[in-house]
């Protein structure tokens, strides 16, 4: 009986050994998946982090003031001329765009809604041959404006064009209350330096 006793209970100790072994390389596989993940996790919260804080990054203005005056005019003849006999700018406006760019329309709706005649050049869609004189931005549209004064500002970007347009109205209704010194100068010089420049050297589609 004695020996049938320890006869069960060794049978009993070799199954809870085997048992034991048998749950190791589960439990090996279980830690290897846990780990993973929370590896996975901590560099995915890193990575995101990272991609959020450099779109934090402040955007400034370095450009030295009046930056944006050319020296002399683009070598390019206007395709076409838009003439307003109502227009009571004194600018003369060169307009450098595609004839299919939405941006360039929303800049030529402006100039046709307030009377404001300008000239267009039809910017080459590949070459892009009549946008090489400008330094830091090749994109479409560019409006030049060539003040009475012989200064020769350029303005990037259709919504940056849209507000300095509306602002030189506007400036144009309040010329009497602005300052004596303030008249000397044309006020789009002024306007224009209130934007920051847009550069962009890669080229694309618009």
């Not at 048992?19 to 590896?39: D, E, F, H, M, T």
Request: aromatic residues 12%.
């Amino acid at each position: 009986m004695r020996q049938l006793l320890r006869l069960v209970r060794s049978v009993h100790t070799a199954t809870l050994v085997s048992g034991r072994n048998s749950q190791k390389p589960k439990n090996i596989l279980l830690y290897g998946i846990g780990g993973g993940i929370a590896v996975g996790t901590v560099y995915g919260g890193y990575v995101a982090y990272d991609q959020w804080k450099k779109r934090q990054i402040t955007i400034a203005n370095t450009d030295f003031e009046n930056s944006f005056l050319l020296n002399q005019m683009p070598p390019f003849k206007p395709s076409r001329e838009v003439k307003y006999p109502l227009d009571t700018t004194g600018l003369t406006f060169t307009l450098y765009q595609y004839q299919t760019c939405p941006f360039c329309c929303k800049v030529r709706a402006v100039l046709d809604y307030f009377s404001i005649s300008y000239n267009v050049v039809e910017v080459n869609p590949v070459l892009k041959t009549q946008l090489k004189w400008s330094e830091k931005y090749r994109k479409v549209p560019i409006l030049i404006a060539e003040t009475p004064e012989g200064d020769i500002i350029q303005l990037n970007d259709s919504s940056v064009i849209v507000s300095a347009l509306f602002s030189f109205l506007i400036s144009q209704k309040t010329a009497e209350s602005r300052p004596v010194d303030d008249r000397r100068h044309n006020p789009m010089v002024h306007i224009a330096n209130c934007y920051p420049s847009i550069k962009y050297t890669v080229s694309s589609d618009y």
